[in-house]
Nanobody, 126 residues
Framework: QVQLVESGGGLAQEGGSLRLTCAAS????????MGWFRQAPGKEREFVAA????????VVADSVKGRFTISREAVQNTMYLHMNSLKPEDTAIYYC???????????????????WGQGTQITVSS
């Protein structure tokens, strides 16, 4: 089993920055694709970014492109989401997720991810 734990959430002013961390433990060697999703109240879970754990290729949603960056430290089994120029519409619970499938067309579909963290709240005030 794989355990994912997010940290780094909290409050931010519009235009500010935050960094989320996702620490993987357990049988994390099976993780091939890792991603960040978010869910605002009353909305569906939304893809934010994903990374190929071994090769480092990344994909970022259009809604956050140019503002958010995903990265990882493979040796430390840690993934990051660097968030800049935050907007009130970025307010949501942010989840990290992992799957054992090859990095490809499946990366934006939450149902394809087998492992999830508990989520961390991000609130951006204007």
């Amino acid at each position: 089993q794989v355990q994912l734990v997010e940290s780094g959430g909290g409050l931010a002013q519009e235009g500010g920055s935050l960094r989320l961390t996702c620490a993987a433990s357990g049988r994390s060697i099976g993780l091939i694709t890792m991603g960040w999703f978010r869910q605002a109240p009353g909305k569906e879970r939304e893809f934010v970014a994903a990374i190929d754990w071994s090769g480092g290729s990344t994909v970022v949603a259009d809604s956050v492109k140019g503002r958010f960056t995903i990265s990882r430290e493979a040796v430390q089994n840690t993934m990051y989401l660097h968030m800049n120029s935050l907007k009130p519409e970025d307010t949501a619970i942010y989840y990290c997720a992992g799957q054992g499938s090859k990095f490809g067309s499946n990366i934006k579909t939450p149902q394809k991810y087998e492992f999830w963290g508990q989520g961390t709240q991000i609130t951006v005030s204007s």
